[in-house]
């Protein structure tokens, strides 16, 4: 195990859990490793979106309402 993880007490469903041991078992990964993966795949999402957020930071913002005219001046409502 690698001396910067934490230990850390994480409360799933039984279902998870099982499922979780059982890919365990048949991918010779350990549970932490599969967790550990599920996270960091999370954050990986998690900044790609904010970086996305950033990107289209000046473009201006369309009401919900203008959207709707739009859609039903275009013919699509």
């Given amino acids: 195990m690698d001396k910067s993880s934490k230990r ?5 469903q039984s279902d998870f859990h099982h499922a979780l041991k059982v890919k365990s078992a048949e991918t010779e990964y350990s549970v932490s490793d599969l967790v550990n993966d599920a996270v960091r795949d ?23 309402e203008d959207v709707l005219k739009k859609l039903r001046r275009d013919g699509k409502l």
Wanted: proline share 4%; charged share 25%; no cysteine.
């Fill in 8 to 12: 850390v007490t994480v409360y799933l």
């Fill in 42 to 64: 999370a954050l990986r999402e998690d900044a790609l979106d904010l970086a996305a957020v950033a990107d289209r930071a000046a473009e201006p913002a369309i009401g919900f």
